[in-house]
């Protein structure tokens, strides 16, 4: 452990509240005041970290029941901004920090964790100051501290503020070139300037000179190689556990956020349970996911979302990591920076995960037998009969196991199912998670989903409105096509009943429309940031078709 050996206390803060008439009267707790510390270990990493005192108050107790807390008292936490005494604070933390609490677990997960560049997934390939401007925009490019990890350029405010990046752009799919030129009054800017695009987004970006502009034009060339390298089938999967998170954004107005996680690969989607009240959430143990892998050049996406009843979730920051990143069959443990999607979103903390990727790679075509039931459209009978033997197997003989649908069967098993189902041969029935993955494939690999890309933003609106509309939402499932609809059909019933087996199954609508959720709506650019910032909207959406199914289809 990295032992700090200061905390300097620099102020204290109201949290970022939008302002309202509503709010000027509101009454200062505790928990509503946040104090900023400056954090010093003993290698010299330094850093800034925001805790409330409700936290530092309830760290201290919990650490004078292990009898290391030291023989002082806590001072009062200020009920208003003027009142707060920065002396009686920075007597306490220095009277903390010379006892032995200072060594333990409890006191150091009180501070943010910064992202060390020795613990990071990549390494650095080129880091340096770079103008960045939007083409289409009239504004003046701004100096940001820029650096390139493995196949991610990421941007920060500047050098001393690198705890979260303001911005990323993967450059997988991007095209670099130069400038052409323009007239001698720009002749010299444009000797240091090159061209990012990202889909239809253009980036100016002006370097300090024109061998450093050479530079990263070499370095971003070479990110862009790695993908290309890197783009070939694999047998594969990767395990991933969510730990916790540190220093999150305050979203609610206690001053607290309930923050829960969404990660995705490759068509797949899973969700961490909500920490509620809570900037500094620890994950239950058993909160790890497994997917499978098909392309060597995927990313794993994880979007942090801070949970309302009674509202859209807000949107708390974004993980990106190129698994081709990762070491084969070695577990990493790391912690990640959340990276806001646009600019001025308040994102900041990082959390920490435990990933494990292993694969094997594809011969150049997988001389398996013709596809006859995977990867092909729904039959004119709906689901078919292969897939629907499945389905009535897990029924009658494990429906009332604990996280079907939810925790994953062998990849070898599931694809040894796959292969019997599309050679039509009888499928030998061992671990029901492997048959529950096998029919969960099926429904993901559908060249269409179930409720078909121009049905998508219509159920996407729906699920938007304050009031469940189930006329409005059978409506639009009769303008499916005949099979695509008796899959629906299908499908929707057998989870509804599926669900109702959550006392002993822990899969209820919720979790199951995390599972079956991609695989009934999903955009045309699955892969994309806007289609997993509709996650929420897709669950929603998912959740009401379940729970309501047998309206939908009487």
């Known amino acids: 452990m990295n032992h700090i050996v200061r905390i300097d206390v620099l102020k204290v803060e109201e949290p970022n509240i939008r302002k309202h008439k509503a709010f000027h009267s509101l009454i200062l707790k505790d928990s509503t005041l946040m104090m900023v510390m400056r954090v010093v270990t003993e290698t010299g990493n330094t850093w800034e970290s925001t805790c409330s005192f409700h936290d530092v108050s309830q760290t201290f107790k919990d650490l004078q029941k292990e009898n290391i807390a030291p023989n002082i008292s806590i001072p009062s936490a200020p009920k208003k901004l003027s009142s707060f005494d920065r002396k009686s604070w920075q007597d306490f933390f220095n009277a903390m920090i010379s006892s032995p609490s200072s060594s333990s677990p409890l006191f150091h997960q009180l501070f943010a964790t910064r992202y060390n560049d020795e613990d990071t997934i990549a390494p650095i390939r080129k880091e340096g100051l770079l103008r960045k401007k939007k083409m289409k925009t009239a504004r003046k490019g701004r100096d940001r501290y820029c650096l390139i990890r493995g196949r991610t350029l990421f941007y920060y405010s500047d050098v001393d503020h690198r705890a979260n990046p303001i911005g990323q752009i993967l ?279 179930v409720l078909t890309y121009a049905l998508y933003d219509s159920f996407l609106e729906l699920s938007r409105k304050d009031k469940v509309d189930v006329a409005a939402y059978k409506a639009l499932l009769s303008k499916l096509p005949p099979n695509y609809y008796l899959v629906a059909r299908d499908l929707l019933l057998y989870v509804h009943r599926l669900s109702k087996l959550e006392a002993t199954t822990r899969m209820g609508v919720a979790n199951l429309s995390v599972v079956f959720g991609p695989s009934l709506l999903k955009s045309r650019d699955s892969e994309g940031l806007a289609a997993m910032m509709d996650s929420p909207s897709v669950c929603r959406a998912t959740s009401m078709m379940i729970e309501c199914a047998p309206l939908l289809f009487a």
């Open 171 to 449: 450059l997988d799919r991007c095209i670099i070139y130069k400038p052409p030129p323009t007239d001698k009054k720009h002749s010299d800017e444009d000797r240091c300037q090159f061209i990012l695009e990202e889909h239809n987004t253009h980036y100016r970006m002006e370097a300090q000179t024109e061998a450093d502009r050479d530079a990263w034009v070499l370095s971003i060339e070479s990110s862009i190689s790695d993908f290309k390298n890197s783009h070939f089938r694999v047998n594969g999967s990767i395990s991933v556990r969510v730990i916790e998170g540190k220093n999150l954004a305050s979203k609610d107005l206690n001053g607290r956020s309930d923050p829960f996680a969404m990660l995705f690969l490759e068509s797949q989607a899973e969700r961490t349970p909500t920490i509620y009240r809570n900037l500094n959430p620890i994950w239950p143990e058993n909160t790890s996911f497994l997917f499978t892998v098909q392309w060597h050049s995927s990313v794993l996406n994880l979007l942090l979302w801070d949970e309302d009843k009674l509202s859209a979730s807000d949107f708390m920051g974004r993980i990106s990591i190129p698994i081709s990143q990762l070491p084969n069959n070695e577990e990493i443990d790391v912690w990640v920076p959340l990276c806001p999607t646009k600019a001025k979103q308040n994102i900041t903390g990082s959390i920490h995960l435990l990933i494990n990727y292993s694969y094997v790679a594809c011969a150049s075509e997988d001389s398996q037998s013709s596809v006859k039931v995977y990867a092909q459209p729904p039959p004119k009978e709906g689901i078919p009969p292969q897939i629907m033997e499945l389905m009535v197997w897990l029924e009658n003989n494990f429906w009332n196991t604990d996280g079907i649908f939810r925790i994953s069967g062998a990849l070898s098993e599931v694809q040894a199912i796959q292969l019997c189902v599309d050679l039509g041969k009888p499928t030998v029935y061992q671990d029901g998670h492997a048959v529950a993955g096998a029919v969960k494939k099926y429904f993901r690999e559908l060249p269409e989903p």
